[in-house]
């Protein structure tokens, strides 16, 4: 069974960064669209981020573009998102997805595999 694996989640002050991994068990992932989402309590799983197979697009959500950035390294088969000037807003459970298809969505019913998610707290 294919897994995704999150970790670099963790608890940061206003204005601060970090940077997340998600591991795929499968190298077939590297032929698949890998996103990002995050849900906050309360509230529905939102698109965050997209990047394409080669990393030739990226796609991200209107409230973090311009502080974030996603990436992959296919060779590792792992996506990476660097997350800049973290707002209290940010707060959620991140997770990443994969997608088998190669265009991009902001669906999360569109993605066939999740991981686990990891916490990213943002205090103000």
């Known amino acids: 069974q294919m897994q995704l694996v999150e970790s670099g989640g963790g608890r940061v002050q206003a204005g601060g960064s970090l940077k997340l991994s998600c591991a795929a068990s499968?190298?077939?992932?590297?032929?698949?669209?890998r996103g990002w989402f995050r849900q906050a309590p309360g509230k529905e799983r939102e698109f965050v981020a997209a990047?394409?197979?080669?990393?030739?697009?990226?796609y991200y959500a209107d409230s973090v573009k311009g502080r974030f950035t996603i990436s992959r390294d296919n060779a590792k088969n792992t996506v990476y998102l660097q997350m800049n000037n973290l707002k209290p807003e940010d707060t959620a459970v991140y997770y990443c997805a994969t997608r088998n298809k190669q265009v991009a969505s902001t669906i999360p019913a569109e993605y066939d595999y999740w991981g686990q998610g990891t916490q990213v707290t943002v205090s103000s």
């Open positions: 499968e190298r077939t992932f590297s032929s698949y669209v």
């Open positions: 990047v394409s197979w080669s990393g030739g697009w990226t």
